[in-house]
Structures are given as structure tokens and as C-alpha cells.
């Protein structure tokens, strides 16, 4: 496996400054290095997550832990995660929202069961949905911008994903329906597509087998992605840099979605 060159960055520091962000599943992996770049460009960022050690723990973490708050929350509780995000719309203003909370687990869609499916659909779609909408007056106000984080290759399916593509599929159209209806008010929508990101939540995902061979049989450039590499990106499409750039899918994974993916290794989901 080819190790990953060090943490790019391409933004000076001071570009977000006076940008509030809400970030959920901040308490760890791409989430924490979102909120870790965001406020050493300058940002204040809310974390939301459902643990408070590890919320708390990537405060501890930060150059600038006073420009970190973190709110404990379930983003599949509608009505607890939109007080949150109102919360922080009321008292900061809100000129970021990355919905990054999200996961699954591998397997036929023959033995994904009905609470199963739920399950994923209602932490990887119907979350997002909730608190975008939540978000839209605040955005509109400060002409802010969503970036969700989808998956590599959404677009093409996946073996032992049927549910979580679904999922992510549905997050990309509504992202673009509401890169429509919103352009008018300012507000600019996009999706990250990362690659194998190795994550603690994924190694409890998948087998380490199974992730050695996403990287090196389903990634061309056989490199995992780093989640600094997912986190300057959200920043870039934070920043004025990005001001033109709504209603994408950004696919950062060494060429996984043009590679066989999933389809090639049957046992990562049998």
C-alpha cells in the first residue's frame, strides 16, 4: 500500500475567518479533521455526535480549541439535531453545514432487514435532509454553502451496499434539487465522494482484509484517503474559492470510482 503524502494545504490561514460551521460526527475521523482545518483557517465550528468523550477529545486536539463547541445529539433525532443547528444559527449565524455523520454495515440485500434498512436510510438520507432544511434560512443569510459527505462511486451501486447506496444516492439528488431551488437565495450544495478512508468506524465496518484490498485491487492510484485530504477540500468549498462550484460530486479516492470497487470482492460481503 502506498503511504499518503502529508496533509495538503493549499489555504492561507485567516481564509474562513468569521465563518460559523456546524459539522456532525465531529468526534472523530473525517468529521475531526474537518473541524481541526476549519478552525485553523479561522472558522468556529459546533460539532455534533453522539459521544461526548470523543466530541470532547477533538477539542482537546485543536490549535484553536476556543473556536470549538460541541453539542451532543443523535442527528436521527429530528427534533434534537435541528434545535442544535438552531441553536447555532441564532446565536453564530451559520455559513457551513457538513452532514458527514453517517455509516453502514456489508451485506446481501437479501439479509438486510427492514429495521436494517431503516436504520441507514434514516442516519445516511433522512438526517440529512432534516437539517438542511433546517439550515436554509440561516444559510440564506450569510449566503453560505452544505457539503455532505457521500461515498465513492455512488453512482455506479455496489455490491453488499444496496442500502447505503441507496442512501448516499438520494443524498447527491437531493443535493443537486436543492442546488436548484436555493441558487437564488446564495446557498451553494455539494458532495464528497471519499475514497477507503481508514477510519476507526470502518474497521469496525469491514475486515482489515477487506480494506487492504479496497486500497490495493479497487483503488488505481492504491492509496486510502486521507481524511485531512476530505477535510481541505470542504474548506476550498467553503472558502471564496469555491463560490462558483454547486450541485457536484467531488470524488477524492485515487481513481476508486473509476476502479472495480466492491463488485470484485465478493467476501466483503458474504
Known amino acids: 500500500m502506498t503511504q499518503p503524502a502529508p496533509a495538503p494545504q493549499v489555504l492561507a490561514k485567516g481564509s474562513l475567518d468569521g465563518l460559523s460551521a456546524l459539522v456532525t460526527g465531529a468526534g472523530s475521523g473525517i468529521g475531526r479533521a474537518i473541524a481541526e482545518r476549519l478552525t485553523q483557517l479561522g472558522a468556529r465550528v459546533a460539532g455534533l455526535g453522539r459521544h461526548e468523550d470523543s466530541l470532547r477529545e477533538t477539542g482537546e486536539l485543536l490549535e484553536h480549541p476556543d473556536r470549538y463547541a460541541y453539542r451532543v445529539c443523535d442527528v436521527r433525532d429530528t427534533e434534537a ?7 447555532v444559527g441564532e446565536r453564530d449565524g451559520l455559513g457551513l453545514l457538513v452532514n458527514n455523520a453517517g455509516g453502514q454495515f456489508f451485506a446481501p440485500a437479501t439479509e438486510i432487514s427492514a429495521r436494517g434498512w431503516s436504520a441507514v436510510l434514516d442516519l445516511n438520507l433522512t438526517s440529512v435532509f432534516h437539517l438542511t432544511k433546517a439550515a436554509r434560512p440561516y444559510l440564506a443569510a450569510t449566503r453560505g454553502s452544505v457539503v455532505n459527505i457521500s ?16 442512501a448516499r444516492s438520494g443524498v447527491l439528488g437531493l443535493t443537486r434539487s436543492l ?32 480494506l487492504d484490498n479496497l486500497v490495493e485491487r479497487a483503488t488505481p492510484m492504491r492509496r486510502p484517503t486521507p481524511a485531512p485530504d476530505v477535510a481541505e477540500l470542504v474548506a476550498f468549498l467553503a472558502s471564496p474559492a469555491g463560490a462558483l462550484m454547486t450541485g457536484q460530486l467531488l470524488q477524492i479516492d485515487g481513481g476508486a470510482h473509476l476502479g472495480a470497487g466492491l463488485h470484485m470482492l465478493p467476501e466483503a460481503y458474504r
Open 81 to 87: 439535531a435541528t434545535a442544535a443547528l438552531c441553536e
Open 151 to 166: 461515498l465513492s462511486g455512488v453512482e455506479r451501486g455496489g455490491m453488499g451496499m444496496a442500502h447505503s447506496i441507496a
Open 179 to 210: 442546488a436548484l431551488e436555493w441558487a437564488d437565495d446564495g446557498i451553494r450544495l455539494n458532495c464528497l465522494g471519499p475514497g477507503t478512508v481508514l477510519t476507526h468506524a470502518l474497521g469496525d465496518e469491514a475486515s482489515s482484509h477487506v
